[in-house]
């Protein structure tokens, strides 16, 4: 019962979005797979930790091999997933090795950054390793990026999924985005959908397609369940997605016998977290203490809009354990310090000219009615103008006689 209400569970979402099918078109590959160089190296822990080793001796070209060396060295990674070798994941590995080398050579140095929290998550729930290289065909290892379908994150979560698996998503806050939270996220997400299919390859194109997709592909597959078989059936990117999974696992593996250099990796400072109880905005931290608002971004990715909402519930800032103590020193400032995008508590009002209409409407609600007196005026033709009388008119004025003057306000009802 258990088994079948976490299917139930997974059907309603999708960690990735659908593509129109027909078993006649070709494969797409993974959206990673486009992502600009330029774009990955603009990241600040790219432009910070990241160098092009320029002692690497390798020449800049692609050697080819004959179709046995590929099988063989994909036969002998050390993994639990099979690494099968046909065509199309020959084809993926001369994309990587290729048109993408310097891309390769990028996510090579970011992985120092990166594998170690995503060893740790997959060990945790014991699964195979291998798997630390499904956020290369994900998000090549962008832990900001969103791809064209809403997927955010290294390991490009949709909404409804991070949230089904405990990641906070709301205006200020994307914890898809948190390197760390994403990747137990996205352990507990495979194990999940290993217990379903029981067999890697389903479940890495499940991750990719959804659970749904997985099935309905099973059914009209005649209820096969090798993902070669039921391949024709898959939609179109998701044709793509094992195969560039298997490819990333050997340009990863094999990068020096291609002639692919590393950027060289300078780990960054060790971080530590302070934990604050109301709302800091990063330019209090950079106006105060002095901080890189970048550093900031880059070390607090879940922050959509610079913002760490401490006053919902108490909330982390990761810091270099260098500015943990001049955070510290200053935080009272910190906190009296007034960003550039406080939101007003209070609000004061001017409700001048809404008493001014009030008191109107009062009056009108109460009948009241006055009449200007202009030359020539007087109580006789004033009170034939109202349909009343010189005596209500002198009564409601409490007038003496009936001399008036021009300009005078008289009330006439």
Known sequence: ????????????????????????????FPEAMTYSIDSLLGQYMSKTFLTIDNDCQMKNENPTFDTQVY???????????????????????DRYTGRLRRSISYMLGASNFYMPVFEEALDLYQLPLELKYLP???????????????ATGLWQFMLTTGKAYGLNVNSLVDERRDPVKSSYAAARYLRDLYNIFGDWNLVIAAYNCGPENINKAIRRAGGERDYWKIYPYLPKETRGYVPAFIAANYAMTYYCEHNICPMESKLPTKTDTVMVDRNVNFSQLVDVCGFDINMLRALNPAYKRDIVPGATSPSPIRLPISDVATFIDRQDSVFAATPTTAKRTVVEVDDRIVKKEQRTTNNKKKGAQYHKVRSGDNLGSIARKYGTTVNKLKKLNGLHSTNIRAGQQLKVR
């Not at 979005?17 to 006649?24: L, T, V, Y």
């Not at 290369?136 to 809403?150: C, F, K, M, R, Y």
């Open 71 to 93: 099988i063989e060295r994909l036969h002998r990674m050390p993994t639990i997933m099979e690494m099968p070798h046909n065509e199309i994941v020959q084809e993926c590995i």
């Open 136 to 150: 290369i065909i994900e998000s090549a290892l962008n832990p900001t990026v969103t791809s064209h379908a809403g």
């Open 1 to 28: 019962m258990k088994k079948f209400l976490i299917i139930v569970s997974l059907l309603s979402i999708t960690i990735n979005h659908s593509w129109a099918q027909s078993e006649d078109e070709d494969i797409d």
